[in-house]
């Protein structure tokens, strides 16, 4: 595929990756130009994830209800050509049936209209579905809930209320008071945020549905403008299978981070504070090296003083750098005093014992 050639055992591919050199990710097809993306994917090769999926195709104009009601009119008797739907009885009969009807519902925003579905004995037993329709909003279902109410209201009333007396008929029609019945209420189903959840497919749980101008939209959190979306700063929302994160900018003069890309570090004054340390670092090598060299210039100073004192002794006479001087004895020797000839066969004394401990 996509210009790959054969090779023994592995394609060899020229534009595309993969083992079969495809260009497209995510199930995307080549149509020889670009990457035809399955929802909720998109980008160049299907690589991400889209923020939002179109629903719009799928969301009705108007939703209805359909109400199965019964009725037995009074003041029309019954006959089989009521029971052929293409007979002149049945049309003047329905025509007669829909006008009475109008007039009953005529205050129900709500109201289409009603369909005929049976004809039966019992003065006239009349099988009908009173239609409902209303625009579609985010509503539309409270909306339908309350419409079937108000039949039921209306209904129950006009058939207590318009009935023979003395077997004559005051109004369009009579009723039976107590042949009035509803039998099933049908409300068109439409859930926009369940199908916003399966055209996400995995990411369903991240996708939901906002209204704007009461149209559904299917949105991420990296949709902007709706309330439900993720606020990066300075970066941006990318969905992936945890949900939505956002990846922080780094701009020349600024550094981003935090959850939300909130956080902004100037790099200016990250240089200035690394610029200072450094010089701070060699402001203390310089002073380390010039208490080094002092140190050894003083011990090179003190070694020339002793050599020189040395020197000094061996040109005055003192004795030689290594040997030992008995200065006591020097002293006495020269002005010849008795106690220290005692005190020097003393000391012989315990030099002697000196010895021989050595």
């Keep these: 595929l996509n210009g790959g050639t054969w090779k023994e055992n592995f ?29 909720p994917y998109g980008g160049e090769s299907c690589e991400e994830v889209v923020n939002n999926i179109d629903i719009g195709e799928s969301t ?12 037995t009119v009074t003041s029309v008797k019954f006959t089989d050509e009521l029971k052929n739907h293409s007979s002149q009885e049945f049309r003047e009969f329905n025509k007669t049936f829909t006008e009475q009807m109008n ?48 039949v039921k209201q209306k209904i129950t009333k006009v ?34 945020e369940e199908e916003c959840r399966q055209k996400a497919k995995k990411f369903g749980h991240y996708f939901l549905v906002e209204y704007r101008d009461q149209k559904p939209y299917c949105i991420s959190p990296c949709e902007s403008g709706f309330k439900a979306s993720k606020n990066c700063n300075h970066g941006k929302c990318q969905m992936s299978e945890n949900g939505a994160r956002c ?27 690394v610029g200072a340390g450094v010089v701070l670092v060699l402001i203390i ?14 011990v090179k100073r003190q070694k020339y003083r002793l050599s020189q004192w040395y020197k000094w002794q061996e040109e005055n006479g ?29 000391c012989g004394n315990r030099l002697g014992a000196v010895g021989s401990c050595l």
């Excluded at 009705?60 to 009725?71: F, G, H, I, N």
Aim: contains cysteine.
């Design 285 to 298: 090598l310089v002073a380390l090296l010039m208490l080094i060299f002092h140190s050894k210039r003083e």
């Design 103 to 150: 007039i009953v519902y005529s205050g129900i925003p709500e109201y289409v209209g009603v369909n005929i579905t049976n004809l039966r004995l019992g003065s006239v037993v009349v099988e009908h579905d009173v239609l409902l329709r209303t625009k579609y909003t985010p509503e539309y279902k409270t909306a339908l809930d309350n419409a079937t109410e108000v």
């Design 247 to 273: 990846l922080c900018l780094t701009t020349e003069t600024h550094w981003y981070s935090g959850e939300d890309c909130n956080q902004g570090t100037q790099k200016s004054l990250v240089y200035g504070l």
């Design 159 to 192: 058939t207590t209320e318009q009935i023979m007396t003395n077997d004559n008929c005051s109004a369009l029609m009579c009723f039976n008071t107590t042949g009035t019945q509803v039998q099933n209420i049908t409300v068109t189903q439409y859930d926009p």
């Design 60 to 71: 009705p104009e108007t939703v209805s209800a359909q109400m199965e009601l019964t009725v």
């Design 318 to 346: 003192g004795p030689t750098p290594g040997t030992f001087q008995n200065i006591g004895f020097d002293i006495c020797q020269g002005i010849g005093l008795p106690l220290c000839t005692q005190n020097d066969s003393k």
């Design 11 to 39: 394609c060899d591919c020229s534009t595309g990756v993969g083992d079969q050199c495809s260009r497209c990710k995510n199930g995307g097809t080549w149509d020889g130009e670009k990457c035809l993306c399955p929802t």
